[in-house]
Every structure is written in structure tokens, then in C-alpha cells.
């Protein structure tokens, strides 16, 4: 998994999921955010961790540097919410 992340694209790597499908890469993402009037929470880490920054309301312009600035991330979106989950290469061990 190390290698792959090194050797990836920063847009096309990362699969972004969401009720609906799938986003090709960060940009789409960015744009389908951008559209929706839902609040954005953010999580750093596995869930079943506990991690200390969990579901913690963010602006969406904080939302969208987090996506850019990640290369691990998970987007979902919840019936009254956006999740932005990002992830350390430590979590993938």
C-alpha cells in the first residue's frame, strides 16, 4: 500500500464515495460540495480508534483545503451532513 501511495496522483488515487456512486477524483468532489447547502463535518482517523478529532463541524472551505490537502480521504454524504474522513498512511497498517 506504501508504494502506491508514493508512486500516485494526487487527483486520481483516492476514490471518493457517496449514496449516489463515486467521484473520478479531488476536483469532482470539490465541485459536488460546492453544490449542496449541507453542513461539513470532519474526522481525523479510523472511527473505531476514537480518534480525538471526530465529526467536528467545519466550514466548507475548510472542507475543501482538508480534500486538497489529504491524500487519504473519504467523503460521505449523510442525510444532514457532509463527512470528510481523512486518514495517515499509520491508519492503513
Do not use: Q, W
Not at 508512486?7 to 488515487?13: I, S, T, V
Not at 463515486?22 to 481525523?44: G, H, Q, R, S
Request: charged share 30%.
Amino acid at each position: 500500500m506504501k508504494h502506491l501511495i508514493k508512486k500516485a496522483n494526487k487527483n486520481l488515487l483516492y476514490t471518493f464515495s457517496t449514496n449516489d456512486g463515486k467521484f473520478k477524483d479531488k476536483n469532482d468532489a470539490i465541485n459536488y460540495i460546492e453544490k449542496l447547502d449541507k453542513p461539513c463535518v470532519y474526522t481525523y482517523g479510523l472511527e473505531y480508534k476514537h480518534p480525538t478529532t471526530h465529526r467536528v463541524p467545519v466550514t466548507k472551505e475548510e472542507a475543501i483545503e482538508k480534500i486538497k490537502n489529504n491524500s487519504l480521504v473519504d467523503i460521505t454524504e449523510e442525510t444532514d451532513v457532509i463527512h470528510i474522513n481523512a486518514y495517515s498512511s499509520n491508519d492503513m497498517y
